[in-house]
Nanobody, 121 residues
């Protein structure tokens, strides 16, 4: 079992920056791939970014604006969000995948409860 807890959500004006963190506990060695997802009410959950080792991938909608990073010593992953736009508003979830492969279209096995991010214009 892997437990995930997100932090750092809040409100920011368009163009501003925000940094989310996710702390993992439990059987963290089983987490092969980590990712961030977001969901807006009434819409499907969207994959934002994934990371395995030093290899990161991003959704087209956030490329060049968001940066995902991982600190294995602290069992945390972060999502630095710059140049925010109102469309970035949503609940952001941290997730872990325990089998081979890494990408937002693959099943993730553990999820945090999410943190709300609001971007105002």
């Amino acid at each position: 079992q892997v437990q995930l807890v997100e932090s750092g959500g809040g409100s920011v004006q368009a163009g501003g920056s925000l940094r989310l963190s996710c702390t993992a506990s439990g059987d963290t060695d089983s987490a092969n791939c980590m990712g961030w997802f977001r969901q807006v009410p009434g819409k499907e959950r969207e994959g934002v970014a994934t990371i395995v080792g030093n290899y990161a991938r991003y959704a087209d909608s956030v490329k060049g604006r968001f940066t995902i990073s991982q600190d294995n010593a602290k069992n945390t992953i972060s999502l630095q969000m710059d140049n925010r736009i109102p469309e970035d508003t949503g609940i952001y979830f941290c997730a872990a995948r325990t089998t081979i492969g890494c990408g937002v279209r693959l099943p993730f096995h553990y999820w945090g409860r999410g943190t709300q991010v609001t971007v105002s214009s």
